[in-house]
């Protein structure tokens, strides 16, 4: 019950309400718990509000970790 | 990433995972808090990697499952007896009380209206006027906040005919419980409540329990990484409270979402199925936002409600037995016509044996 998903904030429509775009599909959101938000963020809506926004250096820092270890696999299945 | 990157991390994720496990010979029993969790460690087929020492257990982390049968039968009662219509998430629609569930009591002729955000119940409420509107008040801290949320814009729009039927729970009080059996070493913490109360806010397990947790995210490997962080600790005694969701979940959590939080509830006791009675483990509609609680507003007489004694629920959301051991298990017991809880909601336990298999 507590799914939660990213989706992208591609509009404030007023004082703490967006506008979200999941694969074409537009959503109101409210923006209440997140004043910090801006457009291009990706948001974490759950139950129609935002909860959280993705931090895209913690994004980063953790697909590099798991690139790493996919080289490494990579290169004992060479040997 | 690609997946066959996807698949060459997550077979060295596990490698790292049984070379960990094969330096100790007893078992390490971790228990993933939330029901997310469990259901994406079976739908990634992840328990096939472990190695034979590592077990995952479910614990009380689905809200609908570990809401009591009182609760369902106290809405319908109110719904019959009061002309109220029912506002809910859908998974608790089918839930079963000691008559049946809401889906009984909609085909009854009763009004049941299953909501995305809780803010529909506002809509709700305007469109049914003077008939009472129920929201059926179900979550954990990932939850409370957006029924705060509605409240106060209930509140500040002066709509008087919505209520709230509050059964919402907390956390870290089971959480304590749980800590203090020996046989658990250690917790892969929810990504989604913590998002919410931080990562600090658990450091208790550490201090008070020497336990590990990592909070971890949804993906297959957000889960393998957080399980090989909590085998480290676990057999290097060195716990600790990591932090494997930093891309969502911050140390201090969201203080905003708190705020709400605190405006309009108090902490009270609850009653979680599974473990009983938790003091200070629920919460309760205080000053101004008091009159949106349905059970003072309508009050009817809840009847002692049974529980099958032959589902397991209890044992399985504290993650003392597996679903295979429940004799109703996918005979009498399926996800179309559930016994218990953990059937019922797309997440629970039970459901998530039957969907995917014990593995
Ligand atoms: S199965 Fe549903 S109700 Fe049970 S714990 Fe998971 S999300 Fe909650
Ligand atoms: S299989 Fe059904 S009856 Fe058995 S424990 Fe699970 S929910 Fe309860």
């Known amino acids: 019950m507590c799914l939660a998903v990213p989706m992208k904030l591609i509009e404030i429509t007023g004082k703490g309400t967006g506008k979200v775009d999941s694969g074409g599909v537009k959503t109101d959101v409210s923006l209440m718990m997140i004043p910090h938000a801006r457009v291009g963020d990706y948001i974490i809506i759950h139950a129609g509000f935002g909860i959280e926004v993705l931090n895209p250096e913690e994004a980063e820092i953790r697909?590099?970790?798991?690139?790493?270890?996919?080289?490494?696999?990579?290169?004992?299945?060479?040997? | 990433m690609n997946p066959a990157d996807e698949s060459r991390t997550a077979k060295a994720l596990a490698q790292e995972i049984g070379e960990i496990c094969s330096k100790t010979s007893g078992p390490l029993r971790f228990m993933e808090v939330c029901g997310t969790h469990t259901m994406a460690v079976h739908a990634a087929g992840l328990k096939s990697l472990f190695p034979d020492n590592l077990f995952l257990v479910s614990g009380p982390g689905c809200p609908v499952c570990v809401t009591e049968k009182r609760f369902i039968d106290e809405a319908m009662l109110i719904g019959q007896q009061h002309d109220a219509c029912m506002a809910t998430f859908g998974d608790l629609v089918r839930v079963p009380g000691s008559f049946g569930?809401?889906?009984?009591?909609?085909?009854e002729g009763g009004t049941v209206r299953v909501v995305y955000s809780p803010m529909d119940a506002i809509d709700i409420a305007a469109a049914v006027s003077p008939r009472p509107v129920v929201f059926l008040g179900v979550g954990f801290e990932t939850t409370i906040p957006t029924i705060a949320a509605t409240l106060k814009t209930a509140l500040a729009r002066g709509t008087e005919n919505l209520f709230v039927l509050p059964a919402f729970k907390t956390i870290h009080p089971p959480l304590r419980?749980?800590?203090?059996?020996?046989?658990?070493h250690g917790f892969l913490l929810p990504g989604h409540v913590s998002a919410i109360i931080g990562s600090d806010s658990y450091e208790y397990l550490?201090?008070?329990?020497?336990?590990?947790?990592?909070?971890?995210?949804?993906?297959?490997?957000?889960?393998l990484l957080a399980l090989r962080d909590l085998v480290r600790m676990a057999v290097d005694k060195s716990p600790a409270i990591i932090n494997d969701y930093k891309?969502?979940?911050?140390?201090?959590?969201?203080?905003?979402?708190?705020?709400?939080?605190?405006?309009?509830?108090e902490v009270s006791d609850a009653s979680w199925r599974g473990l009983g009675l938790i003091p200070g483990s629920g919460l309760a509609l205080k000053g101004p936002y008091a009159r949106f609680d349905a059970a003072k507003s309508f009050?009817?007489?809840?009847?002692?409600?049974?529980?099958?004694?032959?589902?397991?629920c209890a044992a399985i959301l504290t993650g003392a037995k597996t679903p295979d051991r429940c004799g109703l298990f996918g005979?009498?017991?399926?996800?179309?016509?559930?016994?218990?809880p953990c059937m019922v909601s797309s997440e629970g336990t039970c459901a998530a044996y039957y969907k995917y298999g014990a593995a």
Not at chain 2, 101 to 107: D, N, V
């Open chain 2, 101 to 107: 569930s809401l889906a009984t009591f909609r085909s």
């Open chain 2, 331 to 340: 005979k009498e017991c399926t996800p179309e016509d559930p016994v218990g």
């Open chain 2, 299 to 312: 009050p009817v007489e809840v009847p002692e409600a049974k529980d099958d004694p032959r589902c397991l």
């Open chain 2, 247 to 265: 891309r969502v979940v911050r140390s201090e959590g969201n203080p905003v979402a708190r705020a709400v939080v605190d405006e309009v509830f």
């Open chain 2, 177 to 184: 419980i749980l800590a203090a059996k020996e046989d658990l």
């Open chain 2, 206 to 223: 550490v201090r008070d329990f020497r336990k590990p947790g990592a909070v971890a995210g949804f993906e297959a490997l957000d889960i």
């Open chain 1, 63 to 79: 697909l590099d970790i798991f690139r790493e270890l996919a080289a490494a696999t990579a290169r004992l299945e060479e040997t």
